[in-house]
Structures are given as C-alpha cells and as structure tokens.
C-alpha cells in the first residue's frame, strides 16, 4: 500500500488548529471552549486508544476477540439511542428496544455482507467484520434514536387523537397509525438524503479513505455503494422494528394509552 | 313477570379518582345522569367505563364481563363521546365509518357538504355535534355522553336532546349523561346520580 503516514508533527498541527478555533472561541464568548477542548482531546485519545486495539485483534485473529469488541459497540450505540430521546421509555425498556433493534437489523445485515457479498476468509475476519459492523450500527443508531424520539414525542402530542380513535372502537395499531407512519418517515429521512447526495454534495467518508489509502476510485465506489445499501437497509429495518414494539409499548394490555411508560427530560 | 336481565350494569366499580364503589344498572332506552361539581370524578367514570383507564370492580353488558370482550370491541359498543372531541384527519368524513343519513344531518342543521369541509373551519359547537354523530353511526349499546351540549346554544341543545332520545328509543340502547343543567336532566326523565 502505497499510503503516506503521519507523523507526531502532522498531527500536533492539526491540533493546534482546533486550540486555535478554541482562543477563537473563548476570545467571543462562545461559552463552549471547555467542551470543545475536552471533544477534542477524547477524538485523539479514543481514536489511538481504538487503533492499538484493533491492531491486536487483527493480528491475534480470534473470533471471540471481535465478538467481544462488537458487544461494547452494540451496548454504546444503544446507550446513545436512549440519551437521544426527550420522552424515553422507562425502566429497561428504553435501553432495551434501542439495543434489541440495532442488534437484530445491524447483526443480520452484517452477516449477510461478510457470508454472502464479501466473503472474507474467515467470514469473521476482524478488518471486514468489525468496520462494516461500525458503519451500519452508526447508521441505524441515528434511524432509530430519530424514529423513537418521533413515535413517543408525537404520542405525547397527540394523546387526545389517539384517545379519540380508540373511544371510536380503532384498535391500538390503527390509533396510532399516523404517527407510526411519521416516526418511520424521520427515521428513513437522514439515509434518503445521504443516498441523495453521495458523490454529488458529500464525497462518503468511507470511500474518501480507501482512495486515500491507494485503492482505485472504481473500487472505492463500488464499496460505497454497497455500504450504503447496507446502511439502508439496517437503518430502516431496526426504525421498523423499534417503531412497531415502541409503538405497542405505549398500550397496556386492554389497548389503553399508557403515556405512564414514558418519562420526561424537561 | 321476572324483572329483565340489565343491558349495562356495573358492580363496585373504583376509578382512578379514589373514593367509594359505583354500583348501577340500566335497562334499554333508560338514561342516567350524572353531575357534580368539577373534580368529582365524571369523566374519569366514564373512562373507566369506556376500559380507557385502570379500574377496579366489574362492569357487564347484557350480562357479559367487560375482560371478555376485545378492548376495541367493547369500545365500539360502549362508545365515550368526549367534551372536547379530537380529530386526527384534516377533512371531516375521514372521521366517520360511515355517512349518517341526510334527515339526520338536517335535523342538526348540517348538509351533507359538511363531510367535504376541513376540520379547521369547525367551530366548536360543530365540533361537538358531529363528534356525537361519528359515534352514533357506530350503533352503540350504551352512549357515554361528557356534556354532549356544553358548547351549544339552547336551540342546538334541544335538537341533540330530541336526537339522542329518538336514538335511544329506537335501539336497545342506553346512555350515561354527564349534565350540570338541572332542567335537562329534568327534560331527560332519567335516573340520577350525583358525585361529591
């Protein structure tokens, strides 16, 4: 591979471009120099922290080693899904629809891409399995995260409507119907619009590193392509499934509303 | 004669408003007001009824337990209209199952292009009328009624009054009616109840 590497100097003046925005800031009174310090200073320190442990799961080649890494990735993304929502569901529910929906959506995507469209030998192999695992649990993390926070935001809303559909005999599902129809739209909407604009407003960050790293832009934009229908696909299968159990947990058992479920962050 | 099994009845019934048992029957075509000051528990009654909220107790219809029925099923016979009705579609006959016969809309001063109007441009005493209309085209066994004239003039009052009567006597139906106004109540020949 033909890539040019960085040194400790190359870095450090990039760095002192964010200390730089950082005077900037505080010289305006911005008010967010402290976070935009301590952001910075975790980007460098998790992204070596990460690089190192990659580097030990690549070469040691063990299958439980990726397994574990990927659990860690599962359960922050679905601590992020929950973070993210202004009405959450309460108890364990909240961080367990997130967390059970990423899994099912990214996980079977994941397999069909390492078994049945890249094949990497093992079909486990950490430099295959665990990026393309970050890239669609990235992705469906924000589908979800969005479509929840639509789904119980609007129910909150709207519980006069929905009360109303039911006094009038709809059943739960038809209650909710068209908000369960808005979550899913806001869910879909930020890998529409991705998907829209590749190649054209945005060039995508994966394919940007590859033809970095000396691989033919073809190439590139093959993988692209299929990542993107890969994210696509997880994203709006894990809005799918965390937007219909979202949207049954919000009715007890005789189909009542039971916005009890919820809690607020006001 | 043996008295009639009651079309509705309700056994030690407790709301989510606390406080003493309810225990009632009615008998087709009968009606049942209720009144009482702000806070005693009407509407939270009739949600109880309606299976909207947690309750306690047993409520029957034709003798058949409330936990035997499907929830919507049950809510489609035992049919709560709201004091305020809620309205989820932009135009107005999206919210009927189906269309009520023209004499019925005439007789409450509505024609039939009322279902091709948006539900912005309703006032709110057309809000109630046809609030109380999508539910009646659900043929309901017991109308639970929160002050079904509340926003209405004494004219429109009457016409609901004279409505739902001739509803009730041509169904084996009845209804619970939530009024403050002594004198319909009166006008209604109905059972009482008053909360505290």
């Known amino acids: ?266 | 004669m043996l008295a009639e099994q009651p079309l509705f009845q309700v056994k030690n019934l407790a709301t989510l408003h606390g406080g003493a048992g309810f225990d009632f029957s009615l008998h087709p075509h009968e009606v049942l007001a209720i009144s009482g000051p702000s806070g005693s528990g009407k509407s939270l009654l009739l949600r109880a009824l309606a299976d909207l909220d947690k309750h306690q107790g047993q409520v029957f219809l034709n003798g058949q337990s409330q936990a035997t029925f499907k929830p919507a099923d049950w809510r489609r016979k035992i049919v709560l209209v709201a004091a305020e009705s809620a309205w989820w579609n932009s135009v107005v006959a999206d919210h009927f199952q189906e269309l009520p016969a023209e004499q019925t809309l005439s007789e409450l001063g509505f024609s039939t292009d009322v279902f091709r109007w948006p539900v912005d441009r309703l006032s709110s005493g057309e809000r109630q009328r046809l609030g109380l209309l999508r539910a009646l085209v659900l043929k309901p066994t017991v109308l639970l009624l929160d002050e079904p004239t509340a926003n209405l003039d004494e004219n429109n009052t009457l016409k609901i009054e004279k409505l739902l009567q001739k509803y009730l006597r041509n169904h084996t139906a009845v209804a619970i009616w939530v009024s403050h106004d002594s004198a319909q109540r009166k006008r209604l020949n109905s059972k009482e109840l008053t909360l505290t």
């Open chain 1, 1 to 266: 591979m033909n890539i040019i590497s960085l040194s400790a100097f190359d870095l450090g003046l990039a760095a002192m471009l964010v200390i730089l925005l950082s005077v900037l800031t505080w010289w305006l009174k911005i008010g967010n120099t402290r976070s935009l310090l301590i952001a910075g200073l975790r980007t460098a320190v998790q992204l070596l922290l990460l690089g190192h442990v990659l580097r030990l799961v690549f070469s040691a080649g063990q299958w439980y080693w990726v397994a574990a890494i990927m659990a860690v990735m599962l359960l922050v993304a679905g601590y992020e899904v929950n973070a993210r929502q202004h009405r959450p569901f309460s108890g364990w529910w909240g961080y367990g629809m997130g967390t059970l929906s990423m899994f099912a959506s990214s996980f079977s995507i994941l397999l069909v891409a390492l078994l049945l469209l890249v094949q990497p030998k093992p079909w486990y192999q950490a430099q295959y399995a665990i990026p393309l695992l970050g890239m669609l649990l990235g992705n469906s993390m924000t589908g979800i995260a969005l479509s929840l926070d639509r789904l119980t935001e609007s129910a909150w809303k709207q519980r006069k409507e929905i009360e109303a559909r039911l006094m009038l005999g709809h059943d739960w599902n038809d209650a909710i119907s068209n908000i369960r129809i808005e979550a899913l739209r806001s869910g879909l909407m930020p890998i529409i619009n991705a998907m829209a604009a590749a190649g054209i407003v945005s060039l995508p960050g994966m394919m940007t590193g590859q033809i970095l790293a000396g691989t033919s832009p073809i190439e590139a934009s093959k993988y692209q392509i299929l990542i993107m229908f890969l994210i696509t696909a997880a994203s709006g299968l894990g809005s799918v499934i965390a937007v219909q159990a979202g949207a049954r947990r919000l009715f007890d058992d005789r189909e009542r509303l039971t916005l009890s479920r919820l809690k607020s962050r006001d």
